[in-house]
């Protein structure tokens, strides 16, 4: 049997883990764009659509999307932007946060055990090759 190629290899796992992060998020009903916005408000805070846009690097139109289903699941709210008026940020509500911590924790446990499977030399060595190709 021939060996799969590096890149077959790397899309393999890259599914694998896809698979493993959708199914620790369907105990909140979340799809991966709403925990990536989520996530980003974790992070960053409040910020503006256009921002959050941008650091989501996706379409203005699509994180208005993104963002009108979590405010109507009461995830999220816009508020003002103080600095200009015609501005509006997005925020994560108490619940949002809550859900946000939640996905992320289940998230980091199934990554975890993905990866148990590895020693600490590989699991640095695959860090660092990870890192370098991301830059």
Same mark, same amino acid.
């Given at each position: 049997?021939?060996?799969?190629?590096?890149?077959?290899?790397?899309?393999?796992?890259?599914?694998?883990?896809?698979?493993?992060?959708? %199914?620790?998020?369907?105990?909140?009903?979340?799809?991966?764009?709403?925990f990536r916005a989520l996530n980003m408000?974790?992070?960053?805070?409040?910020?503006?659509?256009?921002?959050?846009?941008?650091?989501?690097?996706?379409?203005? %139109?699509?994180?208005?999307?993104?963002?009108?289903?979590?405010?109507?699941?009461?995830?999220?709210?816009?508020?003002?932007?103080?600095?200009?008026? %015609?501005?509006?940020?997005?925020?994560?509500?108490?619940?949002?946060?809550?859900?946000?911590?939640?996905?992320?924790?289940?998230?980091?446990?199934?990554?975890?055990?993905?990866?148990?499977?590895?020693?600490?030399?590989?699991?640095?060595?695959l860090a660092r090759i990870l890192r370098?190709?991301?830059?």
């Amino acid at each position: 049997m021939e060996e799969e190629s590096l890149p077959e290899a790397f899309w393999a796992v890259s599914r694998r883990i896809r698979e493993h992060a959708r %199914r620790e998020m369907e105990p909140w009903g979340i799809a991966p764009s709403q925990f990536r916005a989520l996530n980003m408000l974790l992070t960053h805070g409040e910020m503006r659509l256009s921002t959050l846009a941008e650091h989501l690097r996706i379409a203005p %139109r699509s994180a208005t999307e993104v963002v009108d289903d979590l405010q109507r699941r009461g995830l999220v709210e816009r508020r003002p932007d103080p600095a200009d008026r %015609r501005a509006t940020l997005v925020a994560l509500t108490g619940p949002g946060r809550a859900t946000g911590e939640g996905v992320r924790a289940a998230r980091a446990a199934a990554g975890e055990r993905l990866f148990a499977v590895l020693d600490d030399a590989d699991r640095a060595e695959l860090a660092r090759i990870l890192r370098r190709l991301a830059s």
